[in-house]
């Protein structure tokens, strides 16, 4: 609703199209606007922003399936950015190489996809923009907070590497207890939910998310 001032009327706030949320959607709308391809795509160059989308046939991702079939890809699975690795380190601008920095962190996914022993990595696609570093986490953050993937939101861990040193003692991400398989969290301590708790999480998680 629009604010109003002392004499009840509505004031109308312009609208900036420079405005950066605005910005970001229009970055979020040229991802989305991507063709499809799989998981991992072919080596390229580039840094920017992606979406994994999921056409399995695992019990708790049905709804997900359902509305991603027949080509339709609606509504990701998780949703990442891959920054040039001069922007990690505090410069951006034209002058950052981003290198592979975009393909390196979807070939690091289909890794993490093909060692877990519950899902198959041919069920998975990606859509991927390349963008000046300065828009990547605005862009990001924009599919997020308007799809709320569920490896974001609710299972996490999936983006995550391995600790260093002596984290025996951390517990296991919520992803790596779902779907076990990647060796460097198989030491780690139990999660707190069983994986049937998870399991029915996700179910009532997506049935909200996607009505």
Same mark, same amino acid.
């Given at each position: 609703?629009?604010?109003?001032?002392?004499?009840?009327?509505?004031?109308?706030?312009?609208?900036?199209?420079?405005?950066?949320?605005?910005?970001?959607?229009?970055?979020?709308?040229?991802?989305?606007?991507?063709?499809?391809?799989?998981?991992?795509?072919?080596?390229?160059?580039?840094?920017?922003?992606?979406?994994?989308?999921?056409?399995?046939?695992?019990?708790?991702?049905?709804?997900?399936?359902?509305?991603?079939?027949?080509?339709?890809?609606?509504?990701?699975?998780?949703?990442?950015?891959?920054?040039?690795?001069?922007?990690?380190?505090?410069?951006?601008?034209?002058d950052?190489? =981003? /290198?592979? @920095?975009?393909?390196?962190? $979807?070939?690091?996914?289909? %890794? !993490?996809?093909e060692?877990?022993?519950?899902?198959?990595?041919?069920?998975?696609?990606?859509?991927?923009?390349?963008?000046?570093d300065?828009?990547?986490?605005?862009?990001?953050?924009?599919?997020?907070?308007?799809?709320?993937?569920?490896?974001?939101?609710?299972?996490?861990?999936?983006?995550?590497?391995?600790?260093?040193?002596?984290?025996?003692?951390?517990?296991?991400?919520?992803?790596?207890?779902?779907? =076990? /398989?990647r @060796?460097?969290?198989?030491? $780690?301590?139990?999660?707190? %939910? !069983?994986?049937?708790?998870?399991?029915?999480?996700?179910?009532?998680?997506?049935?909200?998310?996607?009505?």
């Open positions: 609703m629009a604010p109003r001032n002392n004499n009840k009327v509505p004031i109308l706030t312009p609208y900036n199209p420079l405005d950066k949320r605005h910005l970001g959607e229009q970055v979020a709308e040229a991802l989305l606007e991507q063709d499809v391809q799989p998981l991992p795509p072919s080596r390229f160059i580039g840094a920017g922003v992606y979406a994994l989308y999921y056409i399995g046939d695992f019990p708790a991702y049905a709804a997900l399936t359902e509305v991603n079939k027949d080509d339709q890809y609606l509504c990701p699975i998780y949703v990442g950015k891959a920054v040039p690795e001069g922007a990690r380190k505090g410069g951006q601008g034209e950052v190489d =981003p /290198g592979t @920095a975009l393909y390196k962190r $979807l070939n690091d996914h289909a %890794k !993490s996809i060692a877990a022993t519950n899902l198959n990595l041919a069920d998975f696609r990606c859509r991927f923009l390349a963008v000046d300065i828009w990547i986490p605005l862009a990001e953050s924009m599919v997020i907070e308007r799809f709320k993937p569920v490896w974001n939101c609710l299972l996490e861990g999936f983006g995550n590497h391995a600790p260093g040193r002596g984290r025996s003692s951390m517990m296991t991400p919520s992803w790596d207890w779902f779907h =076990p /398989g @060796a460097w969290a198989a030491n $780690l301590q139990p999660f707190t %939910k !069983s994986k049937e708790q998870l399991d029915a999480e996700i179910r009532k998680y997506l049935s909200n998310t996607l009505l």
